[in-house]
T-cell receptor
């Protein structure tokens, strides 16, 4: 079935450092890929998305490119800020084409805790 | 625009007791999800509704969990009887359009969650 594997954290960086959080996926169809973020005390919210291969999603300085050849969707930011401290979740939205998969089902990775120090 | 509303925000019960969580999705959203998020893990889908019909409940422990969305709007998730391992945050999410088109917009809107502690 469809699944997402996300690098384990926690990740601790100094302000203005470069960030990469790795995410790889397994899917038999053509899923859409997402990064969701959960700030302390808040609900999950969409950070960025890519709906097909080679698409690049971007938002708030974060970027991720949908790489079908490596089945990856790594999250990057060139210069992190203290306000980026949060838990980041990679997610896959199934197109239902694979055996055992369901159209519209969202699969999450385990989450990566990011802490940025000033 | 009002977001996804969930209640209660926090609930503490003893094992073998029952509990119910309520979710009101964003107005007009056809698809509704319940997720379970155990501390340190990613959210796990429990059940997915399309209007008032169940699309996927393969991960719902049906011996103790039940969910309904009778009028295709708000939804209730019930646990009876609760076990210690049910301690988690229960997240409700909704999406604007039906599952046939969801891949194009992709965005799910999440509530703040209901935190359950089972003692």
């Amino acid at each position: 079935g469809d699944s997402v594997t996300q690098m384990e954290g926690p990740v601790t960086l100094s302000e203005e450092a470069f960030l990469t959080i790795n995410c790889t996926y397994t899917a038999t169809g053509y899923p859409s890929l997402f990064w969701y973020v959960q700030y302390p005390g808040e609900g999950l919210q969409l950070l960025l998305k890519a709906t097909k291969a080679d698409d690049k999603g971007s938002n708030k300085g974060f970027e991720a490119t949908y790489r079908k050849e490596t089945t990856s969707f790594h999250l990057e930011k060139g210069s992190v800020q203290v306000s980026d401290s949060a838990v980041y979740f990679c997610a896959l939205l199934s197109d239902g084409r694979g055996i055992g998969s369901t159209l519209g089902r969202l699969y999450f990775g385990r989450g990566t805790q990011l802490t940025v120090w000033p | 625009e009002a977001g996804v509303a969930q209640s209660p925000r926090y609930k503490i019960i003893e094992k073998r007791q029952s509990v119910a969580f309520w979710c009101n999705p964003i107005s007009g959203h056809a698809t509704l999800y319940w997720y379970q998020q155990i501390l340190g893990q990613g959210p796990k889908l429990l059940i997915q509704f399309q209007n008032n019909g169940v699309v996927d409940d393969s991960q719902l422990p049906k011996d103790r969990f039940s969910a309904e969305r009778l009028k295709g709007v708000d939804s209730t998730l019930k646990i009876q009887p609760a076990k210690l391992e049910d301690s988690a945050v229960y997240l409700c999410a909704s999406a604007l359009i039906g599952t046939s088109g969801i891949l194009n917009t992709g965005e799910l809107f999440f509530g703040e969650g209901s935190r359950l502690t089972v003692l």
